[in-house]
């Protein structure tokens, strides 16, 4: 094979995995979230997740409601998302930890939560029925497995 033919055939196999290989958007988070999702827990220090400070935001407008006000369980399609910081302030963001309400059914023993975990490009590192995640929300059955109090 020509040396032409080989650089070809690389750079098609390299590029092929490449894209297989690079991560998917979130469906759940709109790149203009910050315009659509409303504030329902202002930057506060936690524990729990890797980093130390979280902002968490609610959509549609009714999910919100029912966030603020306790009204669990929250209703199928409600999207809630702790944006990830490393300062008190919330200014320098590290990502995104997401929740998203399935269908009756979809995991009814981790109150039918579909979690993410986000890099800051909105990009998905992790997905699904996480144990990781809902081993510890596990802890707030009483408010629809959501951790953070008002
Ligand atoms: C070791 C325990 C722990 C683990 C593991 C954990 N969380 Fe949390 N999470 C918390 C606590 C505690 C809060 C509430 C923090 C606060 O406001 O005081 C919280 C809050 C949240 C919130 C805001 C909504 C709410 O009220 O619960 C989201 C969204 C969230 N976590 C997603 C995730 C995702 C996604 C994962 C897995 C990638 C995850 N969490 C793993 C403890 C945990």
Redesign the pocket.
């Known amino acids: 094979m020509s040396a032409r033919v080989w650089v070809w055939a690389v750079s098609f196999i390299l590029c092929g995995c490449f894209q297989d290989s690079t991560p998917k958007h979130s469906d759940y988070l709109p790149l203009d979230y910050q315009s659509k999702f409303r504030l329902v827990?202002t930057c506060?220090q936690?524990?729990?997740?890797e980093s130390n400070y979280?902002q968490?935001l609610a959509w549609p407008v009714s999910a919100a409601d029912e966030?603020f006000t306790g009204q669990y369980p929250l209703d199928e399609g409600s999207v809630?998302?702790?944006e990830q910081h490393g300062d008190p302030s919330c200014g320098s963001l590290n990502g995104y930890?997401?929740?998203a309400k399935e269908k009756v059914g979809y995991d009814p023993t981790n109150a039918n939560w579909h979690?993410?975990?986000l890099d800051i490009n909105q990009r998905i590192e992790?997905d699904g029925k996480?144990a990781?995640?809902s081993?510890?929300?596990a802890k707030?059955t009483a408010?629809d497995?959501?951790?953070?109090?008002p």
């Open positions: 827990r506060r936690i524990s729990g997740h979280q968490v966030y809630i998302v702790a930890y997401l929740m979690w993410q975990k992790e996480l990781t995640c081993s510890c929300h707030c408010s497995d959501l951790c953070a109090p």
